[in-house]
């Protein structure tokens, strides 16, 4: 699974006429059932950790996991 750039990613997106999932994710389970579910399917996706995750889990745990 190939890592780009958000701005090609999107752009991607909308030259192609397709939506983007971004997933608030706050532990090593939902980042691997996003993951998995994404290989799966072929599809990209954005991962990011909202206010509440990073407070929740720690901005370095998140970083670490994405």
């Known amino acids: 699974m190939a890592l780009i ?3 090609q990613l999107l ?3 909308a030259e192609n006429s397709y939506g983007m999932p971004a997933f608030n994710v ?3 389970e939902q980042v691997h ?3 998995q ?3 799966e399917t072929n599809s990209p996706v954005i991962m990011q ?3 509440g ?3 929740y ?3 370095p745990f998140l970083r670490h996991l994405i």
Do not use: Q, T, V, Y
């Open 5 to 7: 750039s958000l701005r």
């Open 11 to 13: 752009d991607h997106a």
């Open 26 to 28: 706050n532990n090593m």
């Open 33 to 35: 059932a996003i993951m």
């Open 37 to 39: 579910a994404a290989d």
């Open 49 to 51: 950790g909202s206010a």
């Open 53 to 55: 995750a990073r407070s």
């Open 57 to 59: 889990a720690g901005e």
